[in-house]
């Protein structure tokens, strides 16, 4: 009988500001995917020699940690090897999450961050679905601003993704972060006591 808020949005949109006051403010447990994500690249890990043994050995530090850059050159224009490697990581994310979720006390409130929920059919494990959106003009400049990057790379990262409206559509609570710090916190106060 738990309250499991999947946490999603856009690139830069603002989820871990929501999830960080979601922690702070009402001490709720979070669960980020991006933190199962990057240890399912461990070295050692079995996944990490999968990659390894498909891309060769280069795809390797001298440390044997994961060429991330590297590896999102081969990714990036190549839907048949970000389709090989997404089979490869969105398991292991699912099974760490419905390990959380277990270790959970009876009726918990718990967030999941899940910048993939859609593309990684990951809805299921959730109650209700928010999504943090931002208008384009806005989720440009904090891409721009936070990640130093030239607005060709920003509008390229915004277009690799499933457009934030759809994710909208399919959302039971929509926050708008296209304001202030404290309009979003507002917004999450409401719907956390909805
Ligand atoms: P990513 O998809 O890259 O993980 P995210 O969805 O977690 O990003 P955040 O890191 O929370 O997004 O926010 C993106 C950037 O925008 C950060 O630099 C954050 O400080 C800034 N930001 C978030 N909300 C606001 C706001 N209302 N006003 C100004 N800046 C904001």
Not at 61 to 84: M, T
Not at 136 to 155: C, G, H, P, W, Y
Not at 167 to 181: E, F, G, I, Q
Request: glycine fraction near 4%; charged fraction near 20%.
């Amino acid at each position: 009988n738990h309250r499991l808020i999947g946490l999603t949005g856009g690139i830069g949109t603002g989820k871990t500001t929501v999830a960080n006051y979601l922690a702070n403010a009402y001490k709720l447990p979070i669960f980020d995917a991006d933190i199962y994500a990057r240890e399912a690249v461990q070295p050692g890990s079995s996944i990490l020699n999968n990659i390894a043994e498909r891309y060769g050995a280069d795809i390797l530090a001298a440390s044997g940690a994961l060429n991330r850059q590297q590896l999102g050159n081969i990714i990036f224009n190549n839907p048949q090897e970000k389709y090989w490697l997404e089979q490869q990581i969105h398991p292991y994310v699912r099974d760490r999450f419905v390990e959380a979720i277990e270790r959970l006390p009876l009726n918990s409130t718990a967030v999941l961050v899940v910048p993939l929920l859609f593309e990684a059919n990951m809805t299921d494990l959730v109650t209700e679905i928010w999504v943090v959106f931002v208008d384009e003009q806005q989720q440009l400049n904090r891409l721009i601003e936070r990640d130093e990057l030239t607005l060709a790379q920003a509008k390229a990262r915004i277009n690799s993704q499933m457009s934030l409206q759809e994710k909208c559509n399919k959302a039971d609570v929509v926050l708008d972060n296209s304001s202030t710090l404290e309009a979003l916190l507002k917004q999450v106060d409401a719907a956390i006591k909805a």
